[in-house]
Structure formats: C-alpha cells, structure tokens
T-cell receptor, first 114, second 114 residues
Framework: AQSVTQLDSHVSVSEGTPVLLRCNYSSSYSPSLFWYVQHPNKGLQLLLKYTSAATLVKGINGFEAEFKKSETSFHLTKPSAHMSDAAEYFCVVSDWGSNYQLIWGAGTKLIIKP | SQTIHQWPATLVQPVGSPLSLECTVEGTSNPNLYWYRQAAGRGLQLLFYSVGIGQISSEVPQNLSASRPQDRQFILSSKKLLLSDSGFYLC?????????????FGSGTRLTVV
C-alpha cells in the first residue's frame, strides 16, 4: 500500500539559511510525487512534481526536490529561506495502484525566524 | 483553461444544523472530482470522489454525504453537523493522462461548528 511519511512536523530556520523538508514514501509502482504548499487560511498550491522524468525537479519560488528511488525519499530543499516561505508543506504520492488518487503526508510546518 | 470554484470560503454553523458546500469546475467535461478534509495539524483526508454524474464513492464512513447532480458540480452535505465536522474542506479536480493526472484544488472552505 502507498504511504507517505514526513519526518518532521515542524522545521524552524533563520531567514537566508537553507531549508530541508524530509519526505519518505512507499509505493509498489512507479510513483508520481508532489510537494504542495498551504499558506495560512489559503488553499493548496503545487510547488513541484516528479513523474518519472529527471530525478531533480525544480519548482516555483526557488524550491527543488530530488527523487531517490534507493532511499525512497523525495526531500524538498531551498538554498535560502525567505519570510514568505512560512507555510505548511505536504508531500504527496500517487501511483497506478491507488488509481492515481493522492496519498498525503501529515505536513511539515515551516517557520522562518527573522 | 480549467478552473475550479468552491464556496463559501468560511462558514460558522451550530451543531445539528445542515451543511451544503458546492464545487463547480469549468473548462473540462466528465472530470474526476474529489472532496478532501483537513483537520488541524493533519494532512488531507479523502472523503468522497466521483467519476461521473450520480457516481459517488465514499472513503470514510461519517456524518457527511456527497452528490453530483451535474457533470461539473459536486456537493458536500450533512443533515446534522457535529463538532468533529469542523475543518478545512477542499474540492479538487483531477486531470487526465495528458496532464499526468495532475490535481487542481479549489480555494477551500473553513467550516467551524459551534
């Protein structure tokens, strides 16, 4: 069965420092993987997605993620955090076995310190 | 282009009152439609999905129901709200193979049951 584990419920970084949000997944098939961001009281916005093309995926707002099959990981990174990055981030997996429905991680709240 | 509309944005309802949340999509036909709920501090939970008019699949037994009276309309309802129904409700539309089965989310409804 498909599952997603976001290893940190909260991550706190200083503005201008790198961001790392960790995600591990379980999938029996070739998965598609996504990162979504949700700002307070707002809907969801797709940051980036991996769909079996290049393993390093670049998204919006300077974020990127690397698909590592051997480690079943899809960690989200950004070289330099900005105050506007403060939000909740969700790692999501989808594959043929789930009929392409989205399986969501519990989310990681990113806190940016000035 | 495809768009998805969801309303209302916020709602405060007393316990025992009925609920009706509406979602409509534009720019596509016969879409797969989804209702998700996000409880505080959690990821998204799939409540219902629909592959066509009158076709509803329920993922979780609960106090809610869904209907799809028209191709591009998806309604979430309850006859009597419970306190535990509070949360953030999102409607979503899933694209086809040409879009890599990408999802588009509505802006969400914040429901508070008092």
């Amino acid at each position: 069965a498909q599952s997603v584990t976001q290893l940190d419920s909260h991550v706190s970084v200083s503005e201008g420092t790198p961001v790392l949000l960790r995600c591990n997944y379980s999938s029996s098939y070739s998965p598609s993987l996504f990162w979504y961001v949700q700002h307070p009281n707002k809907g969801l916005q797709l940051l980036l997605k991996y769909t079996s093309a290049a393993t390093l995926v670049k998204g919006i707002n300077g974020f990127e993620a690397e698909f590592k099959k051997s480690e079943t990981s899809f960690h989200l990174t950004k070289p330099s955090a900005h105050m506007s990055d403060a939000a909740e981030y969700f790692c999501v997996v989808s594959d043929w076995g789930s009929n392409y429905q989205l399986i969501w991680g519990a989310g990681t709240k990113l806190i940016i310190k000035p | 282009s495809q768009t998805i509309h969801q309303w209302p944005a916020t709602l405060v309802q007393p316990v025992g009152s009925p609920l009706s949340l509406e979602c409509t999509v534009e720019g596509t036909s016969n879409p797969n439609l989804y209702w998700y709920r996000q409880a505080a501090g959690r990821g998204l939970q799939l409540l219902f999905y629909s592959v066509g008019i009158g076709q509803i699949s329920s993922e979780v037994p609960q106090n809610l129901s869904a209907s799809r009276p028209q191709d591009r309309q998806f309604i979430l309802s309850s006859k009597k709200l419970l306190l535990s129904d509070s949360g953030f409700y999102l409607c979503a539309w899933r694209g086809d193979r040409g879009t890599n089965y990408g999802y588009t989310f509505g802006s969400g409804t914040r429901l508070t049951v008092v």
